[in-house]
């Protein structure tokens, strides 16, 4: 089988993956540079689809007219919350930028959310505080709960004003360089079966995460770690994969995020004997504990055979009991909620005991950037014309912990600072690509059409995302994680054995799904190496042979893996200049212990 | 816990490559509390790895999975086995892609002619209104925002749309109708004349039926039907006036 480049198209910007973060980007040039022509690659059926339309609560920023919050203390929070490995000069920039970009959102037709005046209203959130940690901090704007889908309509509009052009339902399945300079991608068309190269003087990689690779996640079934791969197929590295945020309360099966609001109620976590276990592993501050802390206190109860198994959802969970709560809070305060769970389980939270587990939720690491969304090759060098932002990339904002509201204001931002650097590009001229055009996709995409075995796609991913829970999730520990990569590897080998049904290009579900599954597999390895390497606990990543943090280990990794398992890793030092410049607050940006 | 129900998925297919539509049967053994998103995921794994179908978030906010069950529009990843068997009083499901587009392949339908309607009523402020611009946020009361806000949760999932008596050959359609209308009463837009005339032009309200199917089938329920009634209000009153 030869399969061939249907066309090459030419652009001035080009950017992969069309959703908050690659819309801003797009809405950034387009406004500055009015008649840019910018293409963007999305692998949904259009925009509007994309995973950041699901983020619900909110949207952290100042307002510099807020007689008592200050930017340093969203620094501090945002520092401390990180558990010290968020890069400083990042956490200031964007943290600075923050209100801008919400009056940037307001004028252009959000529908946030409004107090009695008439004024953007504003909430409180999980570690975000005044004082350095003195009382909860008012700094989230929203639109009701749907604050993702608010920014994703108002940035397609923008872009659709500016004259985008979208190409619906395609992946990048490679880049493409004129040298050292990226200069393009090759992109499949799902609809049309056709490869098409695109050249563009600067490219954006905004795909998302890769929470599909565990069994439960809140995550869209195509946040599949495409970004990953390739990253590391251009000899590119990979920041802190390892860094990976589980919630405590996702809706078992869906994996539907079941918001905080559920304990901060008065909701009760019991596991298969009824029995509140969070007095065991917080005796004060039980179910309000940290996110990680409860997610590890319900693993540790499922664990002990104490979790409650149903066959349809394949996965132990615990259950959290609102059965005690008045009528008026099922009612006013947790009816979106309590909705899910009657819609998804089939559960009346009035009546009956709603199941829940942690579930994967977010990947603090990923393509390592600098502060302007420009890519790494290395601690120092930047790869000339690559950007990239949003959850796919890794500027380090969030350290190794993210709080909530922070992942909108980051992709906002570094939406915009990308925009804004990419713009030097685009004055010169349209490099040349160089080498066989799109070689490399057309042999991948060739074998999987052709490999004749007994593997299903299905099957090997299943396998991988119930390893990947077991054994990479919220408890890690040596042997289990040198299973994983022994068994990551063997699951690739696996992959290799899978035969397609349907052979012909057009709208092959099942070819998607094979190149998915192998970057999963690549996520996978990534992910199970990184906490391999990393002998301490810090954040998400928690190593119980290590508990504790090691200061030896203050530092992000690098991770490159240009052959599958064969991983090398560099380090890069946590940038600590508000620490270092030593102003007034410096001391609160040392390596602080994480306490609440 | 839930039962489990032998279920048959009676879907209807489409092969681009030789252009041929066919019915193709599933028998199944699911639990109650699966949805049909997961239940097209279990055929895939266990029966048939080609059947192609769409989704996205999986949990009713993108829209993406919507299709024809039984003949009624609605979004897959919603419908949990044990309530599609008391819904339709029946254990066969008979599923088809929705009607607003081409087939690309099975239940997988091109939105882009779809979507092309709600881009081109432009859901975006066209003309600001001369407002506090580059220094701070407009002031619109909670009050103001109440008359459109419920129409801003539109995921445009096209159930409406396939519901629709009008079709979408010659008609806009009720969700791109509403998107615009958000904008008609968003205190933020000055462009209101200009997506009036729009709305009111040859393939706008005038071909609404009044069904309200729209309305019916929302999986948001939305009454989007309440949306186009506002925009034909807008017209009469302005004949009125004239």
Redesign the interface.
């Known amino acids: 089988m030869k399969l061939r480049l249907s066309k090459t198209i030419s652009c001035d910007l080009l950017i992969l993956g069309a959703g908050g973060a690659g819309l801003r980007c797009a809405a950034e040039v387009l406004e500055k540079r009015p008649g840019t022509k910018v293409v963007a690659i999305t692998k949904v059926a259009h925009p509007q689809k994309s995973h950041t339309s699901t983020a619900q609560g909110g949207l952290a920023a100042v307002d510099p007219k807020d007689p008592v919050d200050k930017p340093v203390y969203h620094m501090f929070d945002t520092w401390k919350g990180s558990d010290c490995m968020a890069d400083q000069n990042v956490v200031r920039k964007i943290v600075e930028a923050g209100w801008d970009e919400i009056l940037w959102l307001e004028n252009r037709g959000m529908h946030f959310s409004r107090d009695m005046d008439g004024r953007l209203a504003k909430r409180t959130f999980g570690g975000h505080t005044i004082n350095f940690g003195e009382a909860s901090a008012y700094r989230a704007v929203f639109e009701a709960d749907r604050t993702g889908k608010g920014i994703m309509d108002t940035l397609w509009g923008e872009v659709l004003r500016g004259g985008i052009s979208f190409i619906h339902q395609s992946m990048a399945t490679e880049l493409l360089f004129s040298g050292e300079r990226c200069a393009g991608a090759m992109v499949f068309c799902q609809k049309s079966g056709e490869f098409v190269a695109i050249k563009a003087k600067a490219v954006v990689l905004a795909m998302g995460g890769c929470g599909q690779v565990f069994k439960v996640t809140t995550n869209c079934r195509q946040n599949t770690g495409d970004h990953l791969s390739l990253a590391v197929q251009a000899g590119l590295p990979v920041m802190d994969p390892e860094a990976v945020q589980f919630h405590p309360t996702g809706i078992v099966g869906p994996g539907i995020l079941a918001s905080e609001t559920l304990r901060s109620v008065g909701g009760i976590l019991r596991n298969r004997d009824l029995e509140a276990f969070m007095e065991k592993y917080a005796p004060k501050m039980r179910e309000l504990a940290p996110r990680d802390l409860v997610a590890r206190a319900i693993e540790t109860e499922i664990r002990e055979g104490k979790g409650v198994f149903n066959q349809d959802h394949s996965i132990e969970h615990v259950w959290i009991d609102l059965r005690h709560l008045p009528e008026h809070v099922h009612r006013t305060q947790i009816p979106e909620v309590a909705s899910f769970f009657k819609k998804f389980v089939n559960v009346d939270s009035r009546k009956e005991l709603c199941p829940i587990r942690p579930s994967n939720h977010y990947h603090m690491g990923g393509v390592p950037t600098n502060s302007d969304g420009e890519v790494l090759r290395d601690p120092q060098k930047t790869v000339p014309g690559l950007f990239a932002v949003g959850e796919c990339a890794c500027a380090s904002f969030h350290g190794f912990n993210r709080l909530g509201t922070n992942s909108l204001l980051e992709l906002i931002t570094m939406g915009r600072f990308a925009g804004q650097k990419a713009l030097e590009y685009l004055e010169g001229e349209l490099p040349e690509l160089c080498g066989d055009i799109g070689e490399n996709t057309f042999q991948t995409f060739a074998a999987y059409l052709q490999t004749k075995g007994q593997a299903k796609v299905g099957d090997v991913r299943e396998k991988l995302r119930a390893l990947m829970t077991e054994k990479v999730g919220v408890f890690r520990v040596e042997g289990g994680l040198r299973e994983a990569v022994t068994q990551i590897a063997e699951l690739k080998a696996q992959a290799m054995e899978i035969a397609l049904v349907t052979r012909d290009l057009a709208m092959n579900q099942e070819l998607v799904e094979r190149w998915e599954l192998d970057n999963l597999l690549t996520s996978a390895m990534l992910i199970a190496t990184g906490a391999l390497h990393r002998k301490d606990s810090r954040g998400g990543h928690f190593r119980e042979d290590y508990p504790q943090r090691s200061p030896d280990l203050d530092s992000h990794s690098l991770l490159y893996m240009e052959e599958f398992g064969k991983v090398k890793i560099e380090k890069k030092p946590v940038d600590m200049s508000l620490f270092n410049e030593g102003g007034p607050h410096a001391e609160k940006f040392g390596m602080i212990e994480r306490k609440y | ?2 039962d489990s129900y032998e279920i048959t998925m009676k879907i209807l297919r489409y092969d ?2 030789t252009k041929k539509r066919w019915t193709q049967q599933y028998r199944l053994q ?6 049909l998103t997961d239940l097209f ?1 279990k055929i ?2 266990e029966q ?17 999975c919507a299709v024809k069950v039984n003949g009624k529009p609605l979004l897959a ?2 419908l ?1 086995v ?2 599609a068997v008391k819904l339709f009083g029946i254990n066969q499901f008979f599923i088809e892609p929705i009607s607003v587009g081409p087939v ?2 099975d239940l ?1 339908v ?3 002619p779809a ?1 092309g309607r709600v ?1 081109s009523l ?4 066209m003309k ?1 209104k001369e407002n506090l ?2 220094t ?7 009050q ?2 109440e008359s459109y ?1 419920e129409a ?2 539109c ?2 999932c096209f159930c409406c749309a396939t519901a629709c008596m009008s079709g979408p050959k010659n008609f806009l359609g009720p969700n791109a109708i509403m998107a615009s209308m958000v ?1 008609v009463l ?1 205190p ?2 000055a462009a209101t004349e200009q997506r009036l005339s729009v709305l009111h032009g040859p393939e706008g309200v005038r071909h609404c039926h009044t069904s309200r199917a729209c309305s019916q089938v929302c999986p948001k329920e939305i009454d989007v039907a309440h949306y186009v009634a506002l925009a034909k209000a807008a017209q009469t009153k302005k004949h009125r006036e004239t």
């Open positions: 816990m839930s681009p490559s699911a639990g109650g509390i699966l949805r995921r895939n794994m048939d790895p080609s059947l192609a179908w769409n989704s996205s978030c999986e949990h009713g906010q993108c829209g993406s990843c919603e949990l044990a309530n690309v392949r997988i091109d939105l882009e979507y881009e432009k859901p975006y402020i600001r611009y580059g701070a946020e407009y002031r619109i009361a909670p103001e925002m806000l801003t949760r995921i445009n904008r968003d933020r837009e």
